[in-house]
């Protein structure tokens, strides 16, 4: 069995595989050091992220002090290295269990992650009608290497995913498939269930270890993207960009979600299972952190405000923010961190902003420690790009 859209890229992808344009102009210095494909990833117009479909791959290259641009072109489904595609439909082709009554055995899956460690994807599938799910361990070429069944009833909708050195962690949310808003075909099949509690699960990775979560009891929400996750002895330290609540309405989308979403953290107490929650930042729709820190505990977060009006980045530390807003009319996309040195947060910002109206693109590249600066580079491109669900960094030596 493959699951097509995760297979990794890494060994296929290369810069022949994406028509060049012309040069492009570039205010500033570009720094040496930074040499590599900013990338991005989504459907096709009118298209969605379904098993197997194409893909439209789109960027900026970048190396040598100079800049050129990526056109969009079709490519096989795969992940942009490093990220995951936005939510998926896959079919697999036999279930957990019997075919459920709204089968095939369709299975919504959450966006996988890679282990730091190997070259492995984990994911959670769910499966409308079944009152089981699926923790899948995916290789490099998508091939699924294992699938391991839990119980959990009402196919939640998992849009995230975190793992730890022990654990992958599992979101049990009031966000369920109902099968009413299926057969009509309006929206998403997909409704906030008003009652349902909410709870964080931790489920073992280690071979004979519990195959069942243990589950901690939050507050009602639904998480769009986890930021990190790390064990620390007896707790587990999860951090997220939650809403208060989504799909509440056939039409509700991500952004309908900006006036409550931010990172949160959990920590979950293993010896006495109780969970505490805090709210770690202000406004955020996305987030991440130094991807070396991936699994490990983070004093820095970057992020995008709501609607993509400014960069920002927080010091959990230090108790510090830092905010660049962008000019009216622009809006940023997800910043991507480039490592530089070796300690957290030496790195540089890339992140692409988009003026519709002007049909305009900026690739801004900013120092992550000093984000309010004047950027090092600005790369102009007389365009815009295709809307990217998957946004990364491929550096030259990948190519």
């Not at 599938?125 to 899948?136: F, M, N």
Request: glycine residues 12%.
């Amino acid at each position: 069995m493959t699951v097509r859209e995760h297979v990794d890229p890494l060994g296929s992808l290369d810069s022949g595989h994406l028509p060049h344009d012309e040069s492009l102009h570039v205010d500033g210095t570009l720094p040496l050091g930074l040499d590599g494909t900013f990338l991005l990833s989504g459907p096709p117009p009118g298209g969605s992220y379904v098993a197997g479909g194409p893909a439209l791959v789109s960027g900026v290259r970048l190396g040598g002090g100079t800049a050129r641009r990526h056109r969009a072109s079709g490519e096989p489904r795969g992940d942009v290295p490093g990220q995951a595609p936005g939510s998926a439909i896959w079919i697999r082709p036999t279930g957990p269990a019997d075919p459920p009554p709204d089968g095939p055995c369709r299975a919504s899956v959450a966006p996988p992650l890679k282990d730091r460690a190997c070259a492995e994807w984990h994911t959670i599938a769910t499966y409308p009608g079944l009152d089981t799910a699926e923790h899948l361990v995916i290789g490099a070429d998508g091939r699924v290497l294992d699938a391991r069944p839990f119980a959990l009833d009402g196919a939640p909708l998992m849009r995230a995913v975190a793992l730890t050195d022990r654990f992958v962690v599992v979101f049990d949310l009031p966000v369920t498939y109902r099968r009413a808003a299926a057969m009509i075909g309006a929206g998403s099949p997909y409704r906030w269930q008003h009652g349902r509690p909410a709870r964080i699960g931790l489920l073992p990775r280690r071979a004979g270890d519990a195959t069942e979560p243990l589950w901690f009891a939050i507050d009602p929400c639904f998480v769009l993207q986890t930021v990190n996750a790390h064990d620390d002895g007896h707790r587990v330290v999860v951090d997220a960009v939650r809403c208060a609540r989504a799909f509440d309405t056939p039409e509700w989308s991500p952004g309908d979600a900006a006036g409550s979403s931010r990172v949160y953290r959990w920590t979950l107490d293993l010896a006495t299972g109780a969970a505490h929650e805090r709210p770690l930042t202000g406004a955020l729709d996305l987030a991440s952190v130094d991807p070396r820190q991936s699994g490990h505990r983070h004093q820095l977060i970057f992020g995008r405000a709501p609607g993509g009006r400014a960069v920002i980045g927080h010091d959990l530390a230090a108790g510090t923010t830092q905010l660049r807003e962008l000019g009216p009319g622009w809006r940023a996309g997800r910043p991507v961190f480039v490592p530089r040195g070796v300690a957290e947060g030496d790195g540089w910002i890339v992140v692409l902003a988009q003026n519709a109206a002007l049909r305009r693109s900026e690739l801004l590249v900013l120092d992550a420690l000093n984000l309010t600066g004047r950027p090092e580079a600005v790369v102009h491109v007389p365009a815009t790009f295709p809307e990217a669900h998957s946004t990364t960094w491929l550096p030259a030596h990948h190519h």
